[in-house]
């Protein structure tokens, strides 16, 4: 008897670390994210983007293998360029990302029959209540927007006025795992954009902002905001800031040796040097 009561109290000892108080359950029930956002100032982020100038995908995710992480921020490859532009590259970019969430609404639609006015001023609510642009504010140059949403909806919460007002507060460029609309206009104006597919709807009865500057998942890959986001014609690949200087110095070795490879076989069959090898 007493060695069994020996072993309630030793198991009690091991588990009570586990056990949480009512007070902290209360406050997990109001929510909590378990993953911390690292702040960064313009100048560090400025010497990151530095340091990957020039590089493409392909480069860094050899980077990433060199720093042991293989296959690793790969986003999935139907998330692809909107459009490319195979002469000066003007589709790609190099950003550092802050992120956003828009998840699907559970709010009801407004009663049919509204009048012209009054439908247009529930949109305007909706937006401005439930599914804002908050991370327009943080938004510096050099900024990549990474914007999670539910893949399957057919929500254009990217269009052709708000991504280019994106663009002229800094953006390099914008991945969405879900639609954007307005893409002929998009493509037009030649603003870098990385999606899954068009969409047609608008926020209004569809989606709410989420979170703002948390992590996300686009893809399939974890996105810290702060991270590295490189994108070209093979895709996305996101790099943790931790490793990211490490990755960039292995990428500039691979990407000099291709150009100079590459730049021979020109030079032998007589081909005139293009952007790609210069």
């Avoid at 998840?103 to 006015?117: A, E, I, N, R």
């Avoid at 390099?172 to 999606?195: F, N």
């Amino acid at each position: 008897m007493i060695s069994h009561f020996r072993t309630l109290a030793a198991a009690a000892a091991f588990f009570s670390p586990l056990l949480t108080p009512v007070s902290a359950q209360e406050d997990l029930r109001a929510g909590r994210s378990f993953l911390e956002t690292e702040v960064y100032s313009d100048a560090e982020d400025r010497e990151i983007l530095a340091a990957f100038e020039g590089l493409r995908v392909a480069d860094v995710s050899d980077g990433m293998d060199f720093v042991g992480l293989f296959d690793t921020g790969l986003v999935d490859p139907e998330i692809h360029a909107l459009w490319k532009d195979t002469e000066t590259f003007k589709h790609r970019f190099i950003g550092i990302a802050v992120t956003a969430r828009y998840v699907p609404t559970q709010k009801p639609l407004p009663q049919q029959g509204l009048s012209y006015d009054d439908y247009r001023a529930w949109e305007g609510n909706w937006y401005n209540e439930y599914s804002s642009e908050p991370f327009a504010e943080l938004i510096r140059e050099g900024t990549a927007l990474i914007l999670d949403e539910a893949p399957d909806a057919d929500v254009g919460s990217i269009g052709s006025y708000n991504i280019m007002a994106w663009q002229e507060a800094g953006a390099v460029g914008v991945v969405t795992d879900a639609t954007a609309r307005d893409t002929d206009e998009i493509i037009t104006q030649e603003v870098p954009l990385y999606l899954r597919k068009p969409g047609r709807g608008i926020r209004p009865g569809r989606n709410e902002i989420e979170s703002v500057n948390m992590p996300v998942v686009v893809g399939g890959v974890l996105v810290y905001p702060g991270d590295v986001i490189v994108a070209d014609g093979d895709g996305v690949i996101v790099v943790p800031r931790a490793v990211a200087l490490d990755v960039a110095g292995f990428a500039h070795k691979i990407l000099d040796s291709d150009k100079a490879g590459r730049r021979d076989l020109y030079e032998r069959m007589g081909r005139d040097l293009d952007p790609s090898v210069e």
